[in-house]
């Protein structure tokens, strides 16, 4: 099972220490020409890297943007850092936040951003890309090896990646002045006003940030346009395969996870928040972040995501959520920017090849059914009887499970829909009729390759997982070799990928504005509107189609019924 963990989390365990494109680190007299950058908030000592086009471009990795939220800071929110005494050594890797990795330096401060920047390569000011990285709010981290900038960096812009707090550590939640929740999210807020305060010294504009995520990424970028403490620290979003607008309403809190927290750190009193927090406290970070497989005893390594962004009750704090993002995109308490939303064709399929090759699982999922599928299916708390026999009929045709095809079909479709397709179906939906600017819906649909999920003999992609599209946009060197240029189509999804970020960040539309975009020559991306709700396939081939998975989505707007 925790190998299927270290699958579902994508989880950077097993990194090899891979080393990235570099110069300056190993290089002893690179730092006589290392790069250097003055800002208002201080100054910085990076290093080079090279963009797989052989671009060189300057970097600056790890730099803190809020005091370490260690000791008595820890549950704490972000204290952004204003001003940097010395002189901030950004030519290395920050660490990770804490989460169970063995062979990649974790440490509870952590609060680093990460810049790249060809600014020496151009005169203007340039967009910048914002980036929040997937792992379901619980793993993975904003460092080059797992959000390597050397395909973006071909482009005219500032790349900015960052780490925020994760699990316990970044989101718990007790709906009382202990934890009022969100912490993650405000540090990702943070790390924005650090952007609006000192990119420009890096050659980014300030006036044209695009804020990017995959996943829990995605849910972030949907949560600023929302957030009253996001209000005017971006202009364009993009959003890949997660959404907050989900079954039901975003929680007030999440007292239940902090109790487990507690529980699996052996606290001997946690019955109140003021026990959890207390003890909570008292513990090694690496104790909070070892501990995570301990909430994924459930069937299969269930459910996927577990903590959330929530709603936070009013104790005088300043509040990163302070109503459900449904409601608030319906009540037009938002700041509507250009938006591209996407899912991938086939998401969390791969869940469902797990059981169906397993005897002992499909035996506990055909017999314990009614147990087994809220929480897997992350559905909404309460009576779900009617829920599940209901997917179950839809999916599955109400047969048995068994290992055939059939079943890793529809199991597979159920498991990408509840986790991921529905949620963002719903978010392009009410974009699209809410926001007062464009809204663009894509579906991922290219094999190439390498995949998320690999057939375990064949070692092939056999469907376009979650997080499949990040291939195209970043070095991924934990995981997966660089792409080099060449003719393979694996290379153009690159170029035709990076053109798009780059195009949207800079006019707000993906399509052409000129022949300087070759890749896009083909283009022609219409805005998704409540009446046809057109999308683009994104294969080898861009195709204008409308609807996307909509006769799948039937079911679960009759379960969870939502005014659009
Ligand atoms: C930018 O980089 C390219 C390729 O590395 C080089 O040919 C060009 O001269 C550079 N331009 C400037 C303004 O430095
Ligand atoms: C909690 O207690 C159990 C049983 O004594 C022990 O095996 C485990 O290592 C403890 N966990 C932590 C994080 O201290
Ligand atoms: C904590 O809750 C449990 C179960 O509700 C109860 O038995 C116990 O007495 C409580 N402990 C304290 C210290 O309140
Ligand atoms: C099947 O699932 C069981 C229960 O989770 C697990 O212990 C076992 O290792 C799995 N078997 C295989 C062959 O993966
Ligand atoms: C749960 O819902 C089902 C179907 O709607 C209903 O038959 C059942 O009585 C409900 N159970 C409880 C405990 O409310
Ligand atoms: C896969 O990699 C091989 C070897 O680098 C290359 O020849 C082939 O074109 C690639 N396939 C795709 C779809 O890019």
């Not at 671009?55 to 800071?73: K, S, T």
Request: aromatic fraction near 12%.
């Amino acid at each position: 099972m925790w190998f299927q963990l270290l699958f579902l989390c994508f989880i950077i365990i097993q990194t090899d220490g891979h080393r990235v494109q570099e110069n300056a680190d190993s290089d002893p007299k690179a730092s006589d020409d290392a790069p250097r950058i003055v800002s208002p908030s201080g100054s910085f000592l990076g290093s080079w890297m090279e963009t797989r086009r052989g671009r060189r471009f300057e970097a600056y990795r790890g730099i803190r943007y809020a005091e370490p939220a260690v000791g008595e800071f820890r549950f704490q929110p972000p204290k952004l850092i204003h001003h940097y005494e010395d002189e901030v050594d950004a030519s290395k890797e920050g660490p990770a936040c804490p989460l169970p990795a063995t062979k990649v330096e974790i440490d509870e401060d952590c609060l680093r951003i990460n810049v790249y920047t060809p600014r020496s390569n151009t005169t203007n000011l340039l967009p910048v890309i914002f980036y929040i990285h997937a792992g379901g709010f619980y793993v993975m981290t904003g460092r080059s090896d797992l959000a390597g900038p050397h395909y973006l960096l071909d482009r005219d812009i500032v790349l900015v990646t960052i780490n925020y707090r994760l699990a316990t550590l970044g989101f718990i939640s007790t709906g009382d002045a202990f934890a009022p929740g969100n912490n993650g999210m405000k540090d990702q807020v943070a790390a924005l006003r650090w952007v609006q305060k000192n990119i420009k010294s890096f050659g980014g504009d300030p006036g044209l940030v695009t804020i990017t995520g995959c996943s829990a990424g995605s849910r972030s970028v949907m949560l600023h346009m929302v957030s009253p403490m996001s209000k005017g620290l971006f202009h364009r979003g993009i959003s890949m395969s997660g959404s907050a607008t989900s079954k039901a309403p975003v929680p007030h809190h999440q007292f239940h996870l902090a109790q487990k927290q507690a529980i699996l750190l052996n606290c001997s009193h946690t019955n109140t928040s003021e026990e959890i927090i207390a003890c909570l406290k008292s513990k090694p970070y690496r104790d909070l972040g070892y501990s995570l497989k301990g909430f994924f005893d459930h069937f299969n390594s269930d459910p996927v995501g577990l903590w959330t962004a929530v709603v936070e009750p009013d104790f005088g704090q300043e509040r990163f959520l302070t109503m459900d993002p449904a409601d608030a995109i319906r009540e037009g308490k938002k700041h509507s920017v250009p938006y591209i939303i996407s899912q991938t064709r086939n998401e969390f399929f791969w869940k469902a090849l797990y059981v169906v090759k397993n005897e002992s699982l499909l035996k506990t999922m055909n017999e314990e059914w009614e147990r087994i599928a809220p929480v897997s299916f992350m559905l909404p708390p309460g009576n779900s009887s009617a829920a599940v026999r209901r997917l179950k009929e839809t999916y599955l045709g109400d047969r048995k499970l068994v290992n055939d095809e059939a079943t890793a079909d529809g199991l597979g479709k159920l498991y990408g829909d509840a986790i991921t397709g529905f949620p963002v179906h719903r978010m392009a939906n009410l974009m699209c009729r809410y926001s007062t600017e464009k809204v663009y819906y894509a579906e991922f649909d290219y094999i190439g390759n390498h995949s998320h999920y690999e057939d375990p003999d064949t070692k092939k992609p056999i469907g376009v997982a979650h997080h499949d599209d990040l291939i195209y946009l970043f070095t991924l060197s934990y995981r997966f070799p660089t792409i080099e240029v060449s003719d393979s189509d694996d290379s153009q999804m690159v170029d035709k990928m990076i053109a798009i970020w780059y195009n949207f960040a800079k006019y707000g539309d993906p399509n052409p504005h000129n022949s300087k975009i070759p890749e896009l020559s083909t283009l022609d991306w219409p805005a998704m509107t409540p009446i046809d709700r057109k999308y683009l396939q994104l294969g080898e081939h861009f195709t204008v189609r409308e609807k996307l998975f909509e006769d799948r989505f039937q079911v679960w707007e009759e379960l969870y019924p939502l005014q659009y």
